[in-house]
Every structure is written in C-alpha cells, then in structure tokens.
C-alpha cells in the first residue's frame, strides 16, 4: 500500500523558517517525481515545487522562488521542503504528493494527509 | 501562466441529483486536465486524469469530457459520500495550477 506520511508543521514566526519532511512507502520512491501542494485556508490548492527522481531538476511556483527549496533523500524514501522568510501568505495545508506517472507534469495519484504550517507572531 | 477557472464556486444539491462542474483553460492544454476529490482532513483523491480518463476505483456515476480549454465533471446521481469539494488541475506545464473549488453541499 502505498502511503505518504507529512510531518514538520507547525507555529513559526513571520520571517522565519520551517522544513517539511514527507516519507513514502509502498512503492520504488526514486521512480518518481514528487511534489508539494498547498492550501490555504478557505483558499485553492496551490502546487509549490517538485522534483525529479533523481534530485536534479525542480521547478517552483513563483511566490517560493528564493524562498523554498525542494530536495529528496532517495535512500531514505524521503521528500523535504525547506521553507524561509514565511509570510501570512505561506500558512497552509502543505501535502506531499506522488505523480501519476514517471513525467514530470501530470496528475497526482497519491497524497498525503498533508501538514499545517501556521504563520504568526 | 495558463489558468483554469473552474465554476461554480458552489453548489446545492440533493441525493440522487446529477451535477456539472466545469473548469476553462486561459488556452489550449489538450487533455492535460485532472479533477480532484477534497474531504476534511483526508488526502485528495484523483478522480480523473487525462481530461477523462477515470481513476481505477473510482466509480462510474464519475465521468468527465472536453479537450484544449473546456472541461467537465459530471457526477450522474449524486451520492451522500460525494458531498466534497472539487478542484480541476492543469499540467499542461509549468506552473501547474488548480481551479478555485467547487464545494459540494447538501441541499
């Protein structure tokens, strides 16, 4: 069974900074590229970042470029998101997410439960 | 960036009803669409990718059409499990973006 398990969220000061971890199962973790999407609350969802199966590529939403970085430990099965500078407008569910297939744009087939990142003084 | 807006934002409806919930690409994306199920405090469902294929599990009362820049979901007979909200996603490149929701209520 394939599971996504979110963990690092948390209170944090405007200005500061939070890293999100997620652990995979289930299935050969370094096949995929991964992803973090985000909502915030009452609002939309918000794809943020992801990354190739092999670390070398990532692309990010405008508003965390220089802010976020996305990384992966494929022998740990684990996906990061290391976040700095978080404003009001960084608060949200943060989930991790597994693409559908071994592309690097396309639908979401797995998710996790997801982590809430809360931005306030 | 392409955008997609998805409508209504909204809507009531009653056990048995059949819904339609559309979303519009600021261009052409092909079949590059999903739709989402979102419940509080679980994890998204896919429900459809490729404009209108249906995920395995998913069931048939689900189905979706369109192609470059209209898109549907239709649920045929709505079920009390099906009152979520739903999000379109494009991933015809980057960013990827999502509609705005279409929350699901019960009338």
């Known amino acids: 069974e394939v599971q996504l398990v979110e963990s690092g969220g948390g209170l944090v000061q405007p200005g500061g900074s939070l890293r999100l971890s997620c652990v995979a199962s289930?299935?050969?973790?370094?096949?995929?590229?991964m992803s973090w999407v985000r909502q915030a609350p009452g609002r939309g969802m918000e794809w943020v970042a992801n990354i190739k199966q092999d670390g070398s590529q990532t692309h990010y939403v405008d508003s965390v470029k220089g802010r976020f970085t996305i990384s992966r430990d494929n022998a740990k099965n684990s996906l990061y998101l290391q976040m700095s500078s978080l404003g009001a407008e960084d608060a949200a569910v943060y989930y991790c997410?597994?693409?559908?297939?071994?592309?690097?744009?396309?639908?979401?087939?797995?998710w996790g439960q997801g982590t809430m990142v809360t931005v306030s003084s | 960036d392409i955008q997609v807006t998805q409508s209504p934002s909204s809507l009531s409806a009653s056990v048995g009803d059949r819904v339609t919930i559309t979303c519009r690409a600021s261009q052409g994306i092909t079949t590059s669409l999903a739709w989402y199920q979102l419940k509080p405090g679980k994890a998204p469902k896919l429900l459809v990718f490729g404009a209108v294929k249906l995920e395995s599990g998913v069931p048939s009362r689900f189905s979706a059409s369109g192609s470059g820049t209209d898109f549907t979901l239709t649920i045929s007979s709505l079920q009390p499990e099906d009152f979520a909200t739903y999000y379109c996603q494009h991933y015809y490149g980057t960013p990827i973006t999502f509609g705005q929701g279409t929350r699901l209520e019960i009338k």
């Open positions: 289930g299935f050969t973790f370094s096949n995929y590229w």
């Open positions: 997410a597994r693409a559908q297939y071994e592309y690097v744009w396309g639908s979401y087939n797995y």
